[in-house]
T-cell receptor
Framework: DAGITQSPRHKVTETGTPVTLRCHQTENHRYMYWYRQDPGHGLRLIHYSYGVKDTDKGEVSDGYSVSRSKTEDFLLTLESATSSQTSVYFC????????????FGSGTRLTVV | AQKVTQAQTEISVVEKEDVTLDCVYETRDTTYYLFWYKQPPSGELVFLIRRNSFDEQNEISGRYSWNFQKSTSSFNFTITASQVVDSAVYFCALSEVLYGGATNKLIFGTGTLLAVQP
């Protein structure tokens, strides 16, 4: 029943390489978000989008960029991966007046070695 | 700035015990939403409840209940007669409300790991 999918689910990459994570939705929701989850920090917002080509930074945006060229896709790019970016990344979608809040993807586990 | 504090890092209970997970929030907004999410060992985030800042009625859903008190900026979550399947990390979160009722980004607490022993 997933209206939101993330790819890849797992990735191991080397320090200094660029990495792109993809979030795809079939719900036509306006808002999309990227969070990272780390022990002791909960989930922290990296970037979010409130429409096609409309994005803004979250609290931990350094080292990350995003793009949203279509309603259904929200890409997160690590420009030059570092070990501190080893984390689980979650994408989420929401509809502004949605009663159920936010729907999260299954997560992407990224390891930077 | 908005902030959510979950002071309990880990809680361990024995099955059938009641357990309360605490959540304290900070916001300057007069209109906001509060959420609880469950993250079982499989890793997905499961929505449990959303509460509007104007609605201070307590809510009960089966074994789950939520106590929202604006006077103390708290939104606590109680599980009655806990079960092993309740073992998970539970997150409290806060969202500002934009013009027209639209919600915006979620601010999460650090989570509480609940372990229910058989």
């Amino acid at each position: 029943d997933a209206g939101i999918t993330q790819s890849p689910r797992h990735k191991v990459t080397e320090t200094g390489t660029p990495v792109t994570l993809r979030c795809h939705q079939t719900e036509n929701h306006r808002y999309m978000y990227w969070y990272r989850q780390d022990p002791g920090h909960g989930l922290r917002l990296i970037h979010y989008s409130y429409g096609v080509k409309d994005t803004d930074k979250g609290e931990v945006s350094d080292g990350y960029s995003v793009s949203r060229s279509k309603t259904e896709d929200f890409l997160l790019t690590l420009e030059s991966a570092t070990s501190s970016q080893t984390s689980v990344y979650f994408c989420a979608i929401s509809e502004p007046e949605g009663a159920d809040g936010y729907t999260f993807g299954s997560g992407t586990r990224l390891t930077v070695v | 700035a908005q902030k959510v504090t979950q002071a309990q890092t880990e809680i361990s209970v024995v099955e059938k015990e009641d357990v309360t997970l605490d959540c304290v929030y900070e916001t300057r907004d007069t209109t906001y939403y509060l959420f609880w999410y469950k993250q079982p060992p499989s890793g997905e985030l499961v929505f449990l409840i959303r509460r509007n800042s104007f609605d201070e009625q307590n809510e009960i859903s089966g074994r789950y209940s939520w106590n929202f008190q604006k006077s103390t900026s708290s939104f606590n979550f109680t599980i009655t007669a806990s079960q092993v399947v309740d073992s998970a990390v539970y997150f409290c979160a806060l969202s500002e409300v934009l013009y027209g009722g639209a919600t915006n980004k979620l601010i999460f607490g650090t989570g509480t790991l609940l372990a229910v022993q058989p």
